[in-house]
């Protein structure tokens, strides 16, 4: 079973932040926080991921509070293209160790 | 670099027939993934191959069977199949060392039982 709780649904409006919760309670040392998205019938594409330091690269950044209990996915000006199903994933950082999927949040931007 | 591709896109099979999917892996990485997407829900886990061996697996029947390649490319084998077994394929490659282990994932092969 998936680690960590997302909404369902979100929308945010083009131009815009968009702001994309996970909590991950139960989180391990050794464990990472991944986000991928996956845009319709598209297979899912790597975000960004981080161990407790905020992260930041060209698609978007990555915030974890201190105690790694949950963190927030940051889209800094949201498009239509961006509009996808985003998952967030906790996983050590190895090769080998498969990713487990919950639902994820279904982000809508609307123009 | 192509990144991860998959083939064939599309295919339609009839119930109990066998298929077989195809991946080739990122320049670079020696590890496959492969992961079924029901209408709806996450991935699921099927199976991973690493050094042409099965190295870890999920919670699918022994009707699902994979093969890796010198070349790390993969396939993905489907006997006896079901109507349930109509989802969306998806291969992800990996490094299973180094700096940069996070998996990429292909297009993915859809699949439908009738």
């Known amino acids: 079973d998936a680690k960590t709780t997302q909404p369902p649904s979100m929308d945010c409006a083009e131009g815009r932040a968009a702001n994309l919760p996970c909590n991950h309670s139960t989180i391990s040392g050794n464990e990472y926080v991944y986000w991928y998205r996956q845009i319709h019938s598209q297979g899912p594409q790597y975000i960004i991921h981080g161990l407790k330091n905020n992260e930041t690269n060209e698609m978007a950044s990555l915030i974890i509070t201190e105690d790694r209990k949950s963190s927030t996915l940051i889209l800094p000006h949201a498009t239509l293209r961006d509009t996808a199903v985003y998952y967030c994933?906790?996983?050590?950082?190895?090769?080998?160790?498969?990713?487990?999927f919950g639902k994820g949040t279904r982000l809508s931007v609307i123009a | 670099d192509a990144g991860v591709t998959q083939s064939p896109t599309h295919l339609i099979k009839t119930r109990g027939q066998q298929v077989t999917l195809r991946c080739s892996p990122k320049s670079g990485h020696d590890t496959v993934s492969w992961y079924q997407q029901a209408l709806g829900q996450g991935p699921q886990f099927i199976f991973q191959?690493?050094?042409?061996?099965?190295?870890q697996r999920g919670n699918f029947p022994d009707r699902f069977s994979g093969h890796q390649f010198p070349n790390y490319s993969s396939e993905l084998n489907v006997n006896a199949l079901l109507l349930g077994d109509s989802a969306l394929y998806l291969c992800?490659?990996?490094?299973?060392?180094?700096?940069?282990?996070?998996?990429?994932f292909g297009q993915g092969t859809r699949l439908t039982v009738v």
């Open positions: 992800a490659s990996s490094r299973i060392t180094g700096k940069n282990t996070e998996a990429f």
């Open positions: 994933i906790v996983r050590p950082d190895s090769g080998n160790t498969p990713l487990v």
């Open positions: 191959y690493y050094e042409e061996e099965e190295r």
